[in-house]
């Protein structure tokens, strides 16, 4: 044997075993991960959280933030098995700033999807743009009537008629031939909160105190109304049997105090936003006595929520959280499940059209099942084999959310959770303030 027939084999079989290696190397690096294998490259997924960090309904951005960042603790700082980076930004009025804010995002970010949207007026600037981008947004907070087609809309919060309707029937029966008086906002998340009590209420017989019978609106341009004074000075007068508003914010605690302050005795009952939160928190005992309709109490009995109020106090020096925390948590979920689903069958069709309950009352808002295929040709927010489109059509097929609030899942119709709605009661417990959750009154959601 020569010296260079001895030498030669083992670089042959040195050149062999290295491209074996490499091949290997190469076929782990597309396969063998915890989500069946279709995908495992690793590659960070972008997501852009909107939320609102200025302005009257700061507050409720930062809790929407808070319980997006404790679900992306708890599940490990992945969303269907892949690293995540999030990219915030401010809705600020929920028009101008949300829609510049939601651009840059989708344009120079490329984020997969967006979370947040805090009022209804940031959804219905934006919409048109994830329209044309393709790219999802999970809203966590209001959800106007005017989406007529919400392909890319999925919202883990409530459709904003929703809450006025849930509690119209049990009103309607407490004041029995009494009257009763409604207030809120003028702008399009205002109308929907209260024209979803106000027709219910109607159909089912009762009338209301206001003059003429119509609703009372308080500016909300170019700032919203804290200064209620005139209207409670009214409501005095009317000799109505309860009142019914709906605000949320700076304008709740305001409307909350000066009602406590004029001496007005009459019963007042509530979307449950008006004592939702830091409203709570700066009411206090101000708000002892008031009747809200919500989808969530921190005294909701199932695990859940004890896991969640669990997680949540211990990583807030004991303080509750609310239905903001809530949407934002279940968002992370959703997209976990939705990703996991997009990665597994990216080819997959949008689900048919299963879960719906009862519409809300006088509700315009029509649309057919999501279809991926109606959307434009620029799929926006890439990441691996993610897309816009993939991701879309996943959301249909997430099924049920182990929430919070109790087990729910996206409608067919409008993509808002089916779910129930509780009445509450603001009453103290111990050291807190709460708002005891006293019966179930419906279920809606479409």
């Not at 190469?26 to 997924?45: H, K, M, Q, R, W």
């Not at 279809?371 to 990441?383: D, H, L």
């Not at 089916?418 to 419906?442: H, M, P, S």
């Amino acid at each position: 044997m020569t010296p260079q027939q001895t030498t030669g084999r083992p670089r042959w079989r040195l050149a062999i075993a290295t491209a074996v290696a490499a091949l290997l190397l190469a076929v782990s690096g597309c396969s063998g991960s915890s989500l069946g294998g279709s995908d495992a490259s690793g590659d960070e997924i972008r997501i852009g959280l909107i939320v609102p960090k200025s302005g009257p309904y700061k507050a409720i951005g930062d809790d929407q933030a808070a319980g997006w960042r404790l679900a992306l603790d708890k599940l490990g700082g992945k969303l269907g098995g892949r690293p995540v980076k999030v990219i915030e930004a401010d809705e600020g009025d929920g028009k101008a700033v949300a829609l510049a804010s939601a651009r840059k995002l989708i344009e120079q970010d490329k984020v997969l999807a967006l979370v947040g949207g805090g009022t209804a007026d940031t959804v219905q600037t934006l919409y048109p743009l994830l329209k044309e981008s393709g790219v999802p947004l999970i809203g966590t907070g209001g959800r106007p009537s005017t989406v007529e087609d919400p392909t890319y809309l999925w919202s883990t919060s409530w459709l904003s008629q929703e809450t006025g309707a849930s509690i119209a029937g049990y009103l309607r029966q407490k004041v029995g031939e009494g009257r009763v008086w409604v207030i809120g906002p003028d702008y399009i998340g205002g109308h929907d909160q209260i024209n979803g009590f106000v027709d219910p209420f109607r159909k089912a017989g009762g009338k209301l105190a206001n003059p003429g019978g119509e609703p009372t609106w308080t500016p909300w341009a170019p700032a919203p109304t804290t200064e209620f004074s005139p209207y409670l000075t009214k409501i005095k007068e009317s000799g109505a049997t309860a009142v019914y508003t709906f605000y949320a914010g700076a304008s709740a605690v305001e409307f909350v105090k000066q009602y406590r302050q004029y001496g007005v005795d009459v019963p007042l009952y509530a979307s449950g936003f008006l004592t939702e939160g830091p409203a709570l928190t700066a009411l206090g005992q101000q708000a002892k006595g008031i009747y809200t309709a919500l989808n969530y109490s921190t005294t909701l009995d199932n695990a859940a929520n004890r896991d969640f109020v669990r997680r949540y106090t211990a990583a807030n020096d004991g303080k509750l959280p609310n239905l903001y925390h809530v949407t934002g948590w279940d968002a992370a979920l959703v997209l976990d499940k939705a990703i996991a689903e997009a990665l597994a069958r990216p080819d997959a069709s949008p689900a048919a059209p299963t879960v719906s309950a009862s519409p809300v009352p006088g509700s315009s808002t029509t649309a057919s099942p999501a279809t991926a295929s109606s959307s434009p040709a620029a799929v926006g927010g890439a990441s691996g084999e993610l897309s816009g489109r993939s991701l879309t059509a996943a959301l249909s097929r997430v099924g049920s959310i182990d929430s919070p609030r109790g087990a729910w899942q996206f409608g067919s119709q409008n993509h808002t959770p089916v779910q129930a709605y509780y009445l509450r009661e603001v009453a103290q417990d111990g050291q807190v303030w709460v708002n005891r959750t006293v019966q179930t009154l419906t279920t809606l959601g479409s």
